[in-house]
């Protein structure tokens, strides 16, 4: 099966599909003026705009990683996420501290995913 990838970069991809599963490189704000709820409502939304365009959404999500910068930021990031994640569709979910690449970033998400359809393998 053939790998498609979205969004190409000299360092990375932001997608890769293959056999009907999607990965996404770990997904960070734009705007990190934004408190950690802002950041995190971000970073779900550049999550839900990939995954539409692999062909899958948030019901399929099979993984997820959440780095954030400070454990004091769990909760609000947490109720960000838990008004996102859809209710009898909640995945495996793995949440850590991390000194991310970008002191600014307070949350970075990756996630693993299957596709609604298998039209990208």
Same mark, same amino acid.
């Given at each position: =099966?053939?790998?498609? *990838?979205? #969004?190409?970069?000299?360092?990375? +991809? /932001?997608?890769?599909? #293959? @056999?009907?599963?999607? %990965?996404?490189?770990?997904?960070?704000? /734009?705007?990190?003026? !934004?408190?950690?709820?802002? !950041?995190? *409502?971000?970073?779900?939304? #550049?999550?839900?705009? $990939? $995954?539409?365009?692999?062909? +899958?959404?948030k019901t399929q999500l099979l993984?997820? !990683?959440? %780095?954030? +910068?400070? =454990?004091? @930021?769990?909760?609000?990031?947490?109720?960000?996420?838990? =008004?996102?994640?859809?209710?009898?569709?909640?995945?495996? *979910?793995?949440?850590?501290?991390?000194?991310?690449? @970008?002191?600014?970033?307070? &949350? /970075?998400?990756? &996630?693993?995913?299957? =596709?609604?359809? *298998?039209? #990208?393998?």
């Amino acid at each position: =099966m053939a790998v498609t *990838r979205l #969004h190409v970069g000299a360092r990375l +991809s /932001e997608a890769a599909i #293959h @056999n009907g599963t999607v %990965y996404l490189a770990g997904q960070i704000a /734009e705007d990190t003026d !934004q408190d950690i709820t802002g !950041q995190t *409502r971000e970073v779900l939304g #550049h999550i839900d705009r $990939l $995954l539409a365009e692999a062909g +899958s959404d948030k019901t399929q999500l099979l993984s997820v !990683q959440i %780095y954030i +910068s400070d =454990m004091a @930021n769990f909760a609000a990031m947490n109720a960000a996420w838990d =008004m996102w994640v859809p209710e009898g569709n909640t995945p495996p *979910r793995a949440t850590v501290e991390a000194k991310l690449a @970008n002191p600014a970033c307070l &949350v /970075e998400v990756v &996630v693993i995913a299957a =596709m609604l359809d *298998r039209a #990208h393998d």
